[in-house]
């Protein structure tokens, strides 16, 4: 079984300043990790991955993550937040191997106040 | 990259009658796709899995005889929703996983957001 905790229902930040968005998971399996993006009355739209390739991945839009398997977290982050990046992102799970059985986060909504 | 469209993106409709909703697969074929719900301000909630050729699997909870859910095609599924009532007002997004492509992708529709009155 696997499991995603965001930390974070919400968070604010300044436009221009640094972005973080926490997540932890638990999985039984070597886990594929995402993080997705939505705007408002959107769809989700991928960030990143991570499927056991570098432990740093860098994604769409300034984004990155950093897999750390000892402290199970999957924190995203961008040096330099816009107006743009307002929208709620999701954390997710899949077991490695499988397409199916993905597990969400509950969601950080991310305000960018200017 | 593989995109997915919903069909339509919005829909009113009055309680008791039935709505059907699209799920594309564009540029690529699509031999499992996925339909899930989101209440405002919450998380996807999965409601099933299509398989294109058989039957749908059901999440726990979830009234297969509602959502009627059809996999005709390598590119298509549709969900139904029978004798809507305002509780099924909701965003209804769909994904889709492509045939023997990166694996563990999903690339989701940009949801249809249906109301019920």
Same mark, same amino acid.
């Given at each position: 079984?696997?499991?995603?905790?965001?930390?974070?229902?919400?968070?604010?930040?300044?436009?221009?300043?640094?972005?973080?968005?926490? /997540?932890?998971?638990? %999985?039984?399996?070597?886990?594929?990790?995402?993080?997705?993006?939505?705007?408002?009355?959107?769809?989700?739209?991928?960030?990143?991955? &991570?499927?056991?390739?570098?432990?740093?991945?860098?994604?769409?839009?300034?984004? !990155?993550? !950093?897999?750390?398997?000892?402290?199970?977290? @999957?924190?995203?982050?961008?040096?330099?937040?816009?107006?743009?990046?307002?929208?709620? &992102?999701? /954390?997710?799970?899949?077991?490695?191997?499988?397409?199916?059985?993905?597990? @969400?986060?509950?969601?950080?909504?991310?305000?960018?106040?200017? | 990259?593989?995109?997915?469209?919903?069909?339509? %993106?919005?829909?009113? /409709?009055?309680?008791?009658?039935?709505?059907?909703?699209?799920?594309?697969?564009?540029?690529?074929?699509?031999?499992?796709?996925?339909?899930?719900?989101?209440?405002?301000?919450?998380?996807?909630?999965?409601?099933?899995?299509?398989?294109?050729?058989?039957?749908?699997?059901?999440?726990?909870?979830?009234?297969?005889?509602?959502?009627?859910?059809?996999?005709?095609?390598?590119?298509? %599924?549709?969900?139904?929703?029978?004798?809507?009532?305002? !509780?099924?007002? %909701?965003?209804?997004?769909?994904?889709?996983?492509?045939?023997?492509?990166?694996?563990?992708?999903? &690339?989701?529709?940009?949801?249809?957001?249906?109301?019920?009155?």
């Amino acid at each position: 079984a696997q499991s995603v905790t965001q930390l974070d229902s919400h968070v604010s930040v300044s436009e221009g300043t640094p972005v973080l968005l926490r /997540c932890n998971y638990s %999985s039984s399996y070597s886990p594929s990790l995402f993080w997705y993006v939505q705007h408002p009355n959107k769809g989700l739209q991928l960030l990143l991955k &991570y499927t056991s390739a570098a432990t740093l991945v860098k994604g769409i839009n300034g984004f !990155e993550a !950093e897999f750390k398997k000892s402290e199970t977290s @999957f924190h995203l982050t961008k040096p330099s937040a816009h107006m743009s990046d307002a929208a709620e &992102y999701f /954390c997710v799970v899949i077991p490695s191997g499988s397409a199916r059985q993905l597990t @969400f986060g509950s969601g950080t909504q991310l305000t960018v106040l200017p | 990259g593989a995109v997915v469209s919903q069909h339509p %993106s919005r829909v009113i /409709c009055k309680s008791g009658t039935s709505v059907k909703i699209e799920c594309r697969s564009l540029d690529f074929q699509a031999t499992t796709m996925f339909w899930y719900r989101q209440f405002p301000k919450q998380s996807l909630m999965l409601m099933a899995t299509s398989n294109e050729g058989s039957k749908a699997t059901y999440e726990q909870g979830v009234e297969k005889d509602k959502f009627l859910i059809n996999h005709a095609s390598l590119t298509l %599924s549709t969900l139904t929703v029978t004798s809507a009532h305002p !509780e099924d007002s %909701s965003f209804y997004i769909c994904s889709a996983v492509t045939s023997g492509g990166a694996g563990d992708e999903q &690339y989701f529709g940009p949801g249809t957001r249906l109301t019920v009155t």
